[in-house]
């Protein structure tokens, strides 16, 4: 338990240059807060670098400081914008960093002061390489530590004061902690995780993450199981004809591990109750066909920072029948890459078709009852992959943390290709001058 503080890639990559660089720079990022899986999350928004000699200057006390003039700005900024004020800058070391007595003595005099001024937490944060600590001063008066901060990128960095104490060995994991660590193992028992659609593709993910180990799923789907769906959902059984998807996926991960916690949402995904339980996790899954819930998982990613894959299988017929060329697609979304927008893969026409209400949107289908060919093979192909990138990201197994292509299956031609992801310059939802997008929950309706 305990605050995060959560930094797009991109922002992060310039901050680190910045001040983790030879010069050792200092910088200012302003972060919106959204409730967190376990605790208050900072959702870093803009980065404010300070120039060396002009914004950055020999303090008082012989170490280096950020000028007067910088920080009263940054906090003006911060105070109109309704944002956390987090100054930054770099200590030498490798996994252990803490605040030096001068720095702490500086927190001291200057924090409770920025603080009135801005009405929102102020505080620090300080960097090596491997670790980061944060000194938070709230509103209320309380002083908290920052736990983590979190990068979600090819490798999920999650960087703590000093590294994370290693969880008991677990024997009923022993043969896959011997690839993940105790405290990869770990790391997954204190993640929550979201599958959006629980037909094919999110029936397997389940059952995967559940035996990996996850400690929390949140099961989102308001439909229930018809008889085609039986050949591709995990263990189900004629009896099932009927009961909720998320009823049918609860008890598979209760099978795979009695100690899940589960969170069960019979809705669609943009019902409010989905997507309050959506933004507080740690990973989302997208499975779910339909362009609402592409859209809706997008938002949540850009505006509270939380990583998506989005998994896809798609088989093409010809109206006469001919079937052309078949892929999976697993799909990275992180917060401030081209997002699902940039990449054409939400269609506005049919994201307003798919937001009205179920008849309206049976009514409005060009051709109507033509369901697409499903098979239990190419889900597995599609969601392996999905998970798989998962559980190396989590536990830092990527050897390229820079990586965020999307892969795709072709199984008639046996090709497994890398595709990176457009984005677009002004898109409104990932980058930072959109009006929707990065970090800015509370601005719009999600
Ligand atoms: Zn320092
Ligand atoms: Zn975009």
Excluded at 272 to 288: K, M, T
Excluded at 410 to 439: E, I
């Amino acid at each position: 338990m305990g605050w995060s503080l959560t930094i797009p890639p991109k922002i992060w990559d310039r901050l680190s240059d910045h001040v983790l660089g030879s010069a050792a720079r200092g910088a200012v990022l302003l972060a919106g807060l959204a409730d967190g899986p376990r605790g208050p999350r900072l959702l870093a928004r803009e980065l404010i670098l300070a120039d060396e000699g002009t914004d950055y200057v020999p303090g008082e006390f012989g170490h280096r400081a950020l000028a007067p003039t910088f920080v009263r700005d940054a906090v003006i900024r911060a105070r109109d914008e309704g944002l956390a004020y987090i100054a930054v800058h770099a200590h030498l070391g490798l996994d252990h960093v803490g605040f030096s007595e001068i720095d702490l003595a500086s927190h001291e005099r200057g924090y409770p002061s920025l603080g009135q001024i801005s009405g929102q937490v102020v505080g620090a944060l300080v960097l090596t390489d491997h670790a980061a600590a944060g000194d938070l001063w709230l509103p209320d008066g309380r002083r908290e530590e920052l736990a983590e901060t979190i990068v979600p990128t090819g490798n999920l960095l999650r960087l703590r004061s000093q590294p994370a104490a290693e969880g008991c060995p677990d024997s009923l994991h022993d043969r896959q902690a011997r690839l993940l660590g105790d405290l990869g193992q770990e790391t997954l028992r204190r993640l929550r995780v979201a599958v959006v659609g629980l037909g094919g593709v999110g029936s397997i993910l389940v059952e995967e993450l559940a035996r990996l180990g996850v400690g929390e799923l949140v099961l989102i789907d308001d439909e229930a199981v018809e008889k085609t769906n039986l050949p591709r959902l995990v263990a189900s059984e004629l009896g099932d004809i009927g009961r909720l998807k998320t009823e049918l996926a609860a008890r598979n991960a209760r099978r795979a591990n009695p100690d899940v916690h589960l969170t069960e949402i019979a809705q669609r995904v943009e019902r409010p109750e989905s997507l309050e339980e959506l933004v507080r996790c740690d990973w989302i899954f997208l499975a779910a066909d339909g362009d609402a819930a592409r859209h809706w998982v997008n938002a949540a990613v850009q505006q509270y920072l939380v990583p998506a894959t989005q998994v896809g299988v798609k088989v093409p017929l010809t109206p006469q029948g001919e079937v052309g060329q078949i892929h999976t697609a697993t799909r990275l979304v992180l917060p401030g890459s081209g997002c699902l927008w940039c990449n054409r893969l939400i269609d506005p026409t049919r994201l307003a078709i798919d937001m009205h209400p179920a008849e309206e949107r049976e009514a409005a289908q060009y051709i109507p009852g033509v369901p697409a060919p499903s098979v239990i093979t190419l889900n597995t192909l599609a969601a392996a992959e999905a998970v798989n990138h998962f559980v190396l990201s989590v536990v830092g197994l990527h050897d390229e943390e820079g990586d965020h292509a999307s892969v795709i299956h072709r199984p008639r031609t046996r090709q497994r290709d890398l595709q990176n992801p457009r984005q677009g310059q002004n898109c409104r939802w990932c980058t930072s001058s959109g009006q929707l997008g990065l970090g800015r929950r509370g601005s719009t309706p999600l």
